[in-house]
């Protein structure tokens, strides 16, 4: 019996919707990256991008545990002598919620073009509303 080697055309994209109230940061980007790679699905291929659709809500409200927000940062350099910019997750918290879960989603996910297409298949919103009801989101269990 041959190996069946899922096709990215083929694919039956599901949208599912996940809710970050009171979740680990670190428990819910790791979930919703294998969503996202299609690690779920039984036609899963580690080279095509099988995933589904992920929409995160209310990442304002997401959990950081032990000393994490205040004692991790996130870093970034403007290429100039000096340049290094640190902000603490509590800010990045307070400034902009989904750069959080955006970041520790990135990180679980390859670093190829593979990844940065799976990558733009995350969407994540501060509040509780998001503009996709349209596509008919179901709750993900995490």
């Known amino acids: 019996m041959p190996t069946l080697s899922a096709k990215t055309n083929e694919v039956d994209r599901d949208w599912h919707v996940v809710d970050a109230t009171d979740q680990p940061l670190g428990r819910l980007a790791s979930r919703v990256a294998?969503?996202?790679?299609?690690?779920?699905r039984p036609d899963f291929t580690p080279h095509a991008d099988v995933g589904d659709f992920v929409i995160v809500i209310n990442a304002e409200k997401v959990k950081l545990t032990g000393n994490k927000l205040d004692g991790k940062f996130w870093y970034r350099h403007s290429g100039a002598p000096g340049?290094?910019?640190?902000?603490?997750?509590?800010?990045?918290?307070?400034?902009?919620p989904e750069k959080v879960i955006e970041k520790a989603v990135w990180g679980m996910l390859p670093k190829k073009s593979l990844g940065r297409r799976t990558h733009r298949k995350l969407k994540v919103y501060a509040g509780p509303k998001h503009p996709h009801t349209a596509q008919k989101p179901e709750p993900l269990a995490l």
């Open 34 to 40: 294998s969503v996202l790679r299609g690690k779920h």
């Open 83 to 96: 340049g290094l910019k640190a902000t603490s997750y509590r800010e990045l918290i307070a400034k902009r």
